[in-house]
T-cell receptor
Framework: DAKTTQPPSMDCAEGRAANLPCNHS???????VYWYRQIHSQGPQYIIH???NNETNEMASLIITEDRKSSTLILPHATLRDTAVYYC????????????????FGQGTILTVHP | DGGITQSPKYLFRKEGQNVTLSCEQN?????MYWYRQDPGQGLRLIYY???????QKGDIAEGYSVSREKKESFPLTVTSAQKNPTAFYLC??????????????FGSGTRLTVV
């Protein structure tokens, strides 16, 4: 699985958009980009994933560059409860569309949302 | 509600003792995983199981053992051979045939401390 690089920490004002970058310059054509977040002392929570198109769900938006070497997770209106560690992960989706296998977590980005 | 239950939440172990961490899921997921997290670090995979009665070593399996006798249960034993067992342990599961938006479900973790 491709390695990802994220800034160790970021700050964001409550109500503003939080834009979390991720570099994955060695990503392969069949690797997906996933984002998870971990609130202190809890298990990680799935946020969003994508292959090459931009994606949006009720939690966030994912913008993937055309060359797929980087992506940005956008929390459109950050709240204090969004304070967490955010992990960007790239992984191959197995043959047949199944999803066995590990998620490789880096150190992530500590996002602090302040009033 | 469906989910993953890890118990106990906090566990203290004396040096030289084996200890077993419980992980139970009622999501009907085929695949289950054990991760270890040290302070300020990402998650590292210990063991995973794709199906009952089968499991595979992850990146840091030494000093750990698992069993998968039932689909819903995947206990982890931390043996005395694990030299530095103090950590936060997370159990996860997923349905490999479900859409990626369902992601991996994590438990709330067990914090193990060697005293």
């Amino acid at each position: 699985d491709a390695k990802t690089t994220q800034p160790p920490s970021m700050d964001c004002a409550e109500g503003r958009a939080a834009n979390l970058p991720c570099n994955h310059s060695t990503i392969s054509g069949n690797e997906y980009v996933y984002w998870y977040r971990q609130i202190h002392s809890q298990g990680p929570q799935y946020i969003i994933h994508g292959l090459k198109n931009n994606e949006t769900n009720e939690m966030a938006s994912l913008i993937i560059t055309e060359d797929r070497k980087s992506s940005t997770l956008i929390l459109p209106h950050a709240t204090l409860r969004d304070t967490a560690v955010y992990y960007c992960i790239v992984r191959v989706k197995n043959a047949g569309g199944t999803s066995y296998g590990k998620l490789t977590f880096g150190q992530g980005t500590i996002l602090t949302v302040h009033p | 509600d469906g989910g993953i239950t890890q118990s106990p939440k906090y566990l203290f172990r004396k040096e030289g003792q084996n200890v077993t961490l419980s992980c139970e899921q009622n999501l009907n997921h085929d695949a289950m995983y054990w991760y270890r997290q040290d302070p300020g670090q990402g998650l590292r995979l210990i063991y995973y199981s794709q199906i009952v009665n089968d499991f595979q070593k992850g990146d840091i399996a030494e000093g750990y053992s698992v069993s998968r006798e039932k689909k819903e249960s995947f206990p982890l034993t931390v043996t005395s051979a694990q030299k530095n067992p103090t950590a936060f342990y997370l159990c996860a599961s997923n349905d490999p045939f479900a859409g990626e938006e369902y992601g991996y479900t994590f438990g709330s973790g067990t914090r193990l401390t060697v005293v």
